[in-house]
């Protein structure tokens, strides 16, 4: 089929549709919040189609989302050590809470922080009107104006990077797609949102009809050498998506090749 040619292996690899958000998204469109801002993260949430694209206002929403109702249901029951090494990504849960036979994790005791919750509508209301207060905090008063990859950030960071100086030296980053459930992933960790921390770092569509054909892109570059070109020079191209051109035999090498290195016995 035409999924089988390299561009659609290309395409499959930039996918950003999630899946698991279809599964939640009935449950979160059915929600009747009273206050006109709970009312326009609804309708937000209706009109989306689960792609995570960095200008999704939808992909923003649902993943602070994400991060509030698995605070409610799973820090108390845990207990701090436990939720803080648990909290990664974990769709089955959420699908076991919200659609199956986990369903009573939602009816939660009042703290502090929080009122009781007796039903998962109910709860999944609550971390709603959270997720619209972080996100009105991180990214202002409008919520058309809400970006996915303005949370959603991946970085390379260096272990030597520790002044502002090195940092700027060695380290790179961007806003990024993707999320938890793509195929273009873009998993962060709970308690540490949004960092864009899982991915595919090095990517490859082989041509099998033709070789030289092939592409490929590796992040942040080639180079393990800050102060060489190809340092962080696929960084962009990387986040972007984009595959660049991979020759396989001697002669496609010799003709794409810059400089050419001999090494002699003395």
Known sequence: GEGRTAAGHQRMQNDVLS????????????????????RQAVAILSGWSGEHGPDSAGAALYNAWLVEAVELLARGPLGEDLYARWGGT?????SAVFGGPAWSLCLQPAERRRPATTSCSELAGLALDRAIQRLQKDLGPDPKAWRWGDLHTVAWKHPLAFTPHLKAALNTSGESGGGAWTLNMGAYRYG?????????????????????????????GQSGVPWRAHYRDLAEPWRAGELLPMPFSRAAIEAAAVRQRVLAAP
Do not use: N
């Open 19 to 38: 899946l698991q958000a279809h599964e939640i998204l009935p449950m979160l469109t059915a929600l009747e919040p009273e206050d006109p801002l709970g």
């Open 90 to 94: 974990h769709g089955g849960f959420l």
């Open 192 to 220: 540490q949102p949004f960092d864009h921390i899982w991915s595919a770092s090095y990517r490859q569509v082989i041509d099998l009809g033709d070789w030289d054909r092939s592409l490929w892109v590796h992040s942040p």
